[in-house]
């Protein structure tokens, strides 16, 4: 018998300003010891598009795009048996006004 786990929903959203190296977006979730999870980062900007998105837990990158021309946009799916946090990166090709970062996916305690 499978035991039944409800999925918790994942919903971030932050405002932050478009910058030429890696800028922290502002989102920081905690995913729970003994989860499974899936999550995805789309960066919605304001003159300037993305040329890097990064989902990253600490100085692991997880999921990582690299263009330009197009809003970016990456996932990352996993276990993990210890508490995560997950924070997501970005980086533009000019610093020309302010983006909008949006992290949404679920992650399902197993304990």
């Keep these: 018998m499978v035991n039944s786990r409800t999925p918790v929903a994942i919903q971030e959203q932050a405002g932050f300003p478009e910058r030429t190296s890696w800028v922290d977006t502002g989102i920081s979730v905690v995913i729970p ?58 980086m533009f090709p000019a610093e020309n006004g302010n983006s909008i970062a949006k992290m949404t996916g679920f992650y399902i305690p197993m304990s």
């Design 33 to 90: 010891a003994k989860s499974f999870y899936s999550v995805s980062l789309i960066v919605l900007y304001q003159n300037t598009a993305p040329s890097r998105v990064m989902i990253e837990n600490g100085d692991t990158a997880l999921g990582l795009n690299e263009g330009s021309g197009v809003s970016l946009s990456t996932s990352y799916a996993g276990y993990t048996a210890k508490e995560i946090t997950l924070t997501c990166s970005a």
